[in-house]
């Protein structure tokens, strides 16, 4: 059988860092195309034999040298026919959470350039990843207040204020500290350690781990983690 | 620039629909292809200047003669590159949730017929089918627990009963009846009418709409409807 279909399939991957209190978004600089040297999410074309899932990996390892542990898919963007002006693009797009602290970054074989831009300071975008980037933000901020998603973002022990100043940027709201503390430690899954770290005054302070088994297995029997601001 | 790109896109729909106190899925029978005379998901091949959306709204009136009000985007599946024996075929799912007691089905162009399953009485499927419809009801049970989907599937006025038939069912659980209503009616957005219907024993009992405005606000306010059964 023949079927004759010009539409094209493409992968974008949406990587949410934090670090230094600061939500980050990974983006590259386009090295070919209508868009060259113009900044863009990470993503490119599905080869012919390539899972999806795979597709996003290798650009991600091609365009900025980096691995990422879980992806998540975000939603498929196909409705407008002409966000490529080469031909009709239907994009895949997957969000990933990372601690950014100890990434290193490399602009590999497709990218000029891959860099981390604050939230607040994305350039022009490619496409419309500006489009795309927004609904995964707002997919981020809600996952928020039902996952504990805020975890990936940080190291492995950090500062209760560290996962304070996490909730308060990410959902651009002020959060009573007494409060959130008290449910954030009633659902068992966050545990103190014995190290200390130094909080934003330079003053010691408990380091705190999440647990993530306890997580999962608080989820199997029904406990639902939820942090609401309302 | 020319790209060399053999993958084909589909759309496919899980439509499920409530009647009788059963929840049914839309299937048709293939009329052409590998899976011929097979059930299988409403669905087929995105045309070149075709948004993604009216694909799945085309195939579902070219196979089945029905409309829906709203369709959601459930998941796009391409990660089995041999999940069509034809070609590597991605699937963008979408699901819609009916009142399938009035709807009139009719098999048109491209299915030998279309017809409402029990859920627990579905076929064998063509392509990975069946795996796409676990989702899609994975998909529809969790979010019974926090958005009021289930209203939906039901007619517009309703039995406080039906509901409660509704959630035990789709959820493959006991409720206890009289929690569930004052849970569901602490809420606001279920309201009293001054009709009658007749329940399962034949005996009069008082018709329910869903306020869909009043949840629209509530929901705006940032007070969330839930419900539980752990």
């Avoid at 981020?140 to 998603?149: A, E, G």
């Avoid at 805020?150 to 409060?179: A, H, M, Q, V, W």
Wanted: contains cysteine.
């Amino acid at each position: 059988m023949e079927l004759k279909q010009e539409i094209k399939v493409a992968v974008d991957a949406i990587v949410f860092g934090y670090s230094n209190n600061k939500l980050n978004v990974l983006l590259i600089k386009q090295k070919y195309g209508t868009f060259k040297n113009q900044w863009a999410l990470v993503g490119g074309f599905v080869k012919d034999k390539e899972a999806l899932i795979d597709a996003v990996n290798r650009e991600l390892l091609e365009e900025t040298g980096i691995k990422v542990n879980y992806l998540e898919q975000l939603y498929t963007f196909g409705d407008n026919i002409n966000r490529d002006p080469r031909f009709h693009v239907i994009s895949v797009a997957y969000f990933a959470l990372v601690n950014s602290t100890k990434l290193i970054l490399k602009a590999d074989s497709d990218a000029e350039d891959a860099k981390w831009f604050p939230i607040n300071q994305i350039p022009d975008l490619a496409f419309d990843h500006k489009e795309i980037l927004a609904i995964a933000l707002k997919r981020l901020q809600s996952k928020l207040t039902y996952q504990p998603v805020g975890f990936d973002l940080l190291p492995k022990t950090f500062l209760f204020s560290d996962l304070e100043n996490l909730y308060c940027t990410i959902l651009e709201t002020e959060i009573d500290r007494r409060n959130f503390r008290k449910k954030i430690l009633s659902f068992g899954i966050v545990e103190e350690t014995d190290q200390f770290g130094n909080n934003l005054k330079g003053r010691p302070a408990k380091l705190f781990r999440f647990n993530k088994q306890k997580y999962n297995k608080l989820s199997k029997d029904g406990i639902f983690f939820e942090i609401n601001f309302a």
